[in-house]
């Protein structure tokens, strides 16, 4: 089969505005180059992030109608709890308004001044809150995950002998926890191999050292290890979610991804004491240990996601699937993109095809401004902005990967987007060499990517 069919059909449609070259120009100037600061009815397709942007079922919007909005002990809290355990297999929950805020509390918690957080590859809003807890993020991923045109089918696997340098050098007493994700985003939504997972396992048994799970895109990662880990493809996705959160400690999730829906997020584990301290600082931070910043609604709309996001193996076939296609149409199309192809995204490598534009003159964010103003489809920088600046030496950090994000949102977008989405940036890089590079007229201190204001450099 060329491509799995979407497994629904549609019953609600929302409009889109198509829009000229003209209107988009002015759009994105006015913009400062970053699609961040776009405003969302003047994009086509919107391919900036999977991230709170899915389309819910009927059955989730029916379940917002039975929404129990106490200010304690809604009755959607304990559901949604019973959901966490019974998928995910963690003891205790605590609710929080989306992912960062549970990054927060767990930072806070489990870090002390001075201490060493090693990840598989950083994320964003993961390492600044480590580093405000005063820890220092170490990148232990595998090397393959660099290297864009590596075609490891588990890119996002731990590299034992960095973490084993790491521990030698500091000693396991000054890493609190080891920081791993599935279907890392960083990398270009690489799956790590419950092999890896095992092993880390015994790894962090011998040294005393925690393993907490980013749990945002476990159900793209278990779609993977389904699909190509030997002894896998015979298992439910049910059944691998369930596998490789045994094997950790705890989590942090972002709700808006896997959970199909528009907010939410929480931090699970299975040691009391570090739950009842986690429960101490939701109240402070983000609303009583029963909402936790999410309402009745969202919490019942969320229970229904989890479960259904599980319920066959035929929704995350057509999610990482329908990726997957335009993946395939933008190889054909030969242009320079991330291998394999992630879950829940393609990444466009903007180096190779921007090599006329050097690092400093950020080449990935020019390429998403460059395809809003070819298409109207709005793409995400991932790349030396988003890497932000040592905050050591003040330098850009320069990341190997410079990349721009094509993110798909669950259950929103057709074939035929995807068809016009690859057509739109195949076009594009054919004129290529027009681009030019941009420089900062504004660039915030921290988390510069998503309010920052570029102008173009001038052509010769
Ligand atoms: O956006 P939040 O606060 O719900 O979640 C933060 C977050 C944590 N971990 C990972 C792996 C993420 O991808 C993530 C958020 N990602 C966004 C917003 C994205 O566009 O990918």
Redesign the pocket.
């Known amino acids: 089969m060329r491509h799995f069919p979407e497994p629904f059909r549609i019953k609600t449609v929302e409009p889109i505005k198509v829009t000229t070259r003209e209107y988009r120009e002015a759009a994105i100037r006015e913009a400062g180059y970053n699609t961040f600061l776009l405003k969302s009815e003047d994009v086509f397709i919107d391919l ?5 942007t899915s389309a819910m079922s009927d059955a989730q919007w029916a379940a917002l109608q039975l929404g129990d909005e106490a200010y304690a002990g809604s009755r959607n809290f304990y559901d949604l709890e019973k959901a966490i355990q019974d998928i995910f297999g963690y003891r205790y929950v605590v609710p929080t ?7 927060h509390i767990m930072s806070k918690l489990l870090i002390k001044a001075g201490d060493w957080v090693p990840g598989n590859m950083y ?4 390492r600044l809150h480590q580093e405000l807890a005063g820890g220092n993020f170490v990148d232990v991923i595998i090397d393959e995950a660099h290297d864009p045109t590596n075609a490891h089918p588990f890119k996002g696997n731990v590299d034992l002998a960095k973490l084993q340098k790491l521990v030698d050098r500091v000693g396991p007493d000054k890493i609190p926890y080891i920081s791993y ?1 599935t ?4 990398a270009g939504g690489q799956p790590i191999s419950m092999a890896n997972l095992r092993e880390l396992r015994e790894f962090c048994d011998h040294h005393g050292i925690k393993i907490m799970l ?1 749990n ?2 476990t159900v793209e990662n278990a779609y993977f290890i389904q699909k190509r880990e030997q002894g896998y493809a015979d298992k439910s996705i049910k059944e691998i979610v369930r596998e490789i959160c045994a094997y950790t400690d705890g989590c ?6 896997d959970g199909l829906v528009n907010m ?2 929480f931090l699970a584990m299975n040691d009391e004491d570090f739950f009842v301290e986690a429960k101490a600082q939701v109240v402070i931070y983000e609303g009583l240990h029963t909402y936790g910043g999410m309402s009745g609604r969202d919490m019942a709309a969320l229970a229904q996601g989890i479960r259904e996001a599980v319920a066959t193996d035929d929704y995350i076939k057509y999610r990482v699937e329908q990726t997957n296609y335009l993946g395939e149409l933008l190889t054909a199309g030969e242009v320079p993109h991330v291998i394999p192809h992630g879950g ?2 393609i990444f466009l490598d903007a180096r190779r095809f921007l090599r006329h534009i050097e690092q400093e003159q950020f080449p990935a964010q020019s390429l998403a401004a460059a395809i809003f103003v070819e298409t109207g489809v709005r793409a ?1 920088e991932r790349g030396n902005v988003s890497a932000g600046r040592d905050p050591k030496t003040g330098e850009n950090r320069r990341p190997a990967l410079e990349l721009v ?1 094509l ?1 798909i949102p669950r259950r929103v977008y057709t074939q035929s987007h995807m068809d016009y989405t690859a057509e739109g940036i195949i076009n594009l890089y054919q004129k290529r060499e027009q681009l030019r590079g941009l420089r900062f007229v504004f660039e915030p201190k921290q988390l510069r990517f998503f309010q920052a204001r570029f102008e173009p450099i001038a052509g010769d």
């Open positions: 900036l992030t999977d991230s709170g308004h989306q992912g960062r805020a549970a990054e994320f964003t809003t993961t994700e279907c890392v985003n960083m980013d945002t895109r942090t999730c972002s709700a808006k991804k939410g997020g829940h995204a995400m994000r993110t």
